[in-house]
């Protein structure tokens, strides 16, 4: 019983698994081998995909315009760290995006003339945006939920056919 209850660290991650195994989906979650290339290939299919429902926002719903961006956007961001960290979980990829997200969206309630100049600038305000919305947090929390469950569902797809 006591060893049940053991908890050891997986190499090269900050999450504990029980040595018995009982989180073993961890520990096979944890050991993540991104292809680069084909994560580069989502990225830009992501980014296509927002600028595009940017460019054709007069044919697309009202709620597609207000919200489809940010959950595209916060997807491209998992993907790009993805593409940063390949051999980093899921779970840490969608909570450093999560941070990285937040981060700039509540950043927005800070207005001083230098980051309200960069603002200004097309990638600036792309990356940047200009003012805090509640709703981008959801967003960004479907973004970046989309993307792990869909890396989740990948993996254990590929998985499966081993």
């Known amino acids: 019983m006591k060893d049940q209850c053991m908890l050891g660290k997986v190499q090269s991650s900050g999450l504990l698994v029980r040595k018995n195994n009982t989180f073993g989906f961890l520990k096979k979650e944890l050991q993540m081998n991104r292809s680069r290339f084909l994560y580069f290939l ?14 054709y926002s007069g044919i697309l719903p009202d709620w597609v315009n207000s919200y489809l961006g940010d959950t595209l956007w916060a997807l491209m961001v998992f993907i790009l760290l993805a593409i940063l960290f390949p051999k980093k979980s899921s779970v840490w990829i969608a909570l450093l995006a999560l941070l990285f997200s937040f981060s700039i969206e509540f950043s927005q309630l800070y207005h001083a003339y230098w980051i309200d ?40 797809w590929m998985r499966s056919k081993e």
């Open 117 to 156: 100049n960069i603002r200004h600038t097309a990638i600036g305000g792309l990356v940047l945006g200009f003012g805090f919305l509640w709703s981008d947090l959801i967003c960004y929390t479907l973004g970046i939920a989309f993307g792990y469950l869909t890396e989740i569902l990948r993996t254990k």
């Open 42 to 55: 989502f990225f830009l299919a992501t980014v296509s995909s927002g600028l595009a429902s940017r460019h």
